[in-house]
Nanobody, 128 residues
Framework: QVQLAESGGGLVQAGDSLRLTCTAS??????????MAWFRQAPGKEREFVAA????????KYADSVKGRFTNSRDHATNTVYLQMNSLKPEDSAVYYC???????????????????WGQGTQVTVSS
């Protein structure tokens, strides 16, 4: 199974930018076919869908709250998925997780239980 590790979180001010990375490892014939996603969870809140990208990178999905500000991309050569976050707001503060799965890239990707593999998360804090 694919193994995931997030990085790139930190403390920034409102309006700043961050780029998160999710590095996947494992046998190429397995993880190259995985769809990828980002979720976030703030204290006292449910885990929230942020973005998803198909295994080939041709299809992306975004939560309404981040559309136009965040960009999801992937680089198969480096086994890395990126989440570029611009114009950050205090409400973006959360632990950000990457996830992976091989199931059909359908309308259920917003649900955490769609995704079978998870990283351990990276903290993003946006001050006002």
């Amino acid at each position: 199974q694919v193994q995931l590790a997030e990085s790139g979180g930190g403390l920034v001010q409102a309006g700043d930018s961050l780029r998160l990375t999710c590095t996947a490892s494992g046998r190429t014939f397995s993880w190259s076919w995985y769809h990828m996603a980002w979720f976030r969870q703030a204290p006292g809140k449910e885990r929230e869908f942020v973005a998803a990208i198909s295994w080939g990178g041709g299809i992306t999905k975004y939560a309404d709250s981040v559309k136009g500000r965040f960009t999801n991309s992937r680089d198969h050569a480096t086994n890395t998925v990126y989440l570029q976050m611009n114009s950050l707001k205090p409400e973006d503060s959360a632990v950000y997780y990457c996830a992976a799965d091989r199931k059909s890239f359908d309308d259920s990707t917003w649900r955490p239980d769609y995704w079978g593999q998870w990283g351990q998360g990276t903290q993003v804090t946006v001050s006002s």
